[in-house]
């Protein structure tokens, strides 16, 4: 019912930027929130950044004035613009759709930050 295409990963040098997208299709109502995740390779996935049910915008304290999670919501498009890029950063991102009793993932997208 919900599709989530992420695009915009790819290979960039520590302290560099980029911005990925995520595009979402099929039944978008109601209460809901958008946001991304990361996994890199032998860890858990974590929180980067999502908007809460109320719109407020939450990150994590890794990416905490580097990062910054945006929407367009006539396009169901939510953005992660990433500066200050670091090595740590490096990981698939998802996007996730949560509704109270569903979660929708996107594949995910390389992000790769070389020192």
């Known amino acids: 019912q919900v599709q989530l295409v992420e695009s915009g990963g790819g290979l960039v040098q520590s302290g560099g930027s980029l911005r990925l997208s995520c595009a979402a299709s099929?039944?978008?109502?109601?209460?809901?929130?958008m946001g991304w995740y990361r996994q890199a390779p032998g860890k858990q996935r974590e929180l980067v950044a999502r908007?809460?049910?109320?719109?407020?915008?939450n990150y994590a304290d890794s990416v905490k004035g580097r990062f910054t999670i945006s929407r367009d919501n006539a396009k169901k498009t939510v953005y992660l613009q990433m500066n200050s890029l670091k090595p740590e950063d490096t990981a698939v991102y998802y996007c996730?759709?949560?509704?109270?009793?569903?979660?929708?993932w996107g594949l995910g997208t390389q992000v790769t930050v070389s020192s």
């Open positions: 908007f809460s049910y109320d719109g407020t915008p």
């Open positions: 996730n759709l949560a509704r109270p009793s569903l979660n929708y």
């Open positions: 099929g039944s978008i109502f109601g209460i809901y929130s």
